[in-house]
Nanobody
Framework: VQLQASGGGLVQPGGSLTLSCSVS????????VGWYRQVAGEEREGVIC????????LRLEAVKGRFAVSEDSATNTLYLQMNNLKVEDTAVYYC??????????????WGKGTLVTVSS
């Protein structure tokens, strides 16, 4: 299983950014793939991980109403649409996969992260 996150960059507060996670070796229909982030000096945290078939899903309270995920099954790609970005959203964003969504320490497959910097 391989995952590759991309799309990070510098954005002003209030702006938008879309991250992509290309997944290979497993189908998005079969595995749960979610987005996680890590602020420098802090522990990694789950942002959004949509559960499969009624399984566990995760959504960080701080991103409710601002972040959303979508997927393209044809290309096996997961997206994270981030709107109304705040300075505190600055972090390295990762996508991760496993049989079901879980806390970061229990997710087995990780891609390299992509840095999102929100600053004026």
């Amino acid at each position: 299983v391989q995952l590759q996150a991309s799309g990070g960059g510098l954005v002003q507060p209030g702006g938008s950014l879309t991250l992509s996670c290309s997944v290979s070796g497993v189908s998005l229909d079969a595995y749960s793939v979610g987005w996680y982030r890590q602020v420098a000096g802090e522990e990694r945290e789950g942002v959004i991980c949509p559960g499969k078939n009624g399984g566990i899903s995760l959504r960080l309270e701080a991103v409710k109403g601002r972040f959303a995920v979508s997927e393209d099954s044809a290309t096996n790609t997961l997206y994270l649409q981030m709107n109304n970005l705040k300075v505190e959203d600055t972090a390295v964003y990762y996508c991760a996969a496993d049989v079901e969504c879980n806390q970061p320490k229990f997710m087995n497959y990780w891609g390299k992260g992509t840095l999102v910097t929100v600053s004026s």
